[in-house]
């Protein structure tokens, strides 16, 4: 693993961000989250975590061996958390960055997944993906579609299973494997993120460690026309999301996806109304 990823700090604008993003196809940037936040969000994650196995399965034997038997996961964060659904969803950061990669193709971006992924001693390497190839049927080149992170909760080192992510991938046809060299880990201080788009390949790393877990939060955002990977309406049902932000409301499906600006239409209408229009006058 010899390939580096760029850095930056919190401090760098949105633009540069992007702009390595487009470049490399994946950022590291330091300081993400604060570290008062980060304190705050681990400690409500805590019990969570405790509570969950990762001897579980999923919807299809594909998906069991993907995860493995070695990671505790936690979905539905907008439900569980408070701190995930108040603070962390709608976040600057991201609010910055998405517009910046996502915005010139559509009317307003949504979250996609929002996922804490606890790897455990044992963990091996995922195999290496893209995560835009949930949308498979979508023509390719397409404009971006997908920023994804994962936020690192604890110090991410190569033995813990850090991320790993191989730079310039998002350009690369699909039948193209990366050799061992072009791949670059993305260690990092708690609190920083590696940033990166749909089509850069990456993975999981192994965690190689006797008793440590590598705890991270996966997010991604996409397009707001786009189906997403979890299903925020089941998972954060309207008598939840009531109590949220209205940002976090929008950012979680329940805003109209306006591109009447655009020459467009709308999408995801309740009665022709915008449902975050209808969750405020307690009509939903
Ligand atoms: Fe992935």
Known sequence: MRAELPRLDRDASDARIAAALHEHGAVVVEGVIDPDLLARFNAELDPLLEAVSPERSYLNPAIDWFYGKRVRQLTGMATKSRIFGEELLCHPFYEGV?????????????????????????????????DEDVWVHLPRPHPEVQLASVIALVDFRAELGATVAVPGSHRWERGREARPEELACAEMPAGSAVLYLGSTLHAGGANTTEREWRRAMHMSFVVGWLRTEDNHYLSTPPDVARRLPRRSQELLGYAAHDALAAGGGYLGTVDLFDPVELLARNEL
């Open 98 to 130: 998405c517009r910046e990669i996502l915005g010139p193709s559509c009317a307003g971006h949504q979250l996609n997944a929002a996922q804490v992924m606890d790897r455990g001693p044992g963990a091996e390497q995922q195999m290496l993906h893209r």
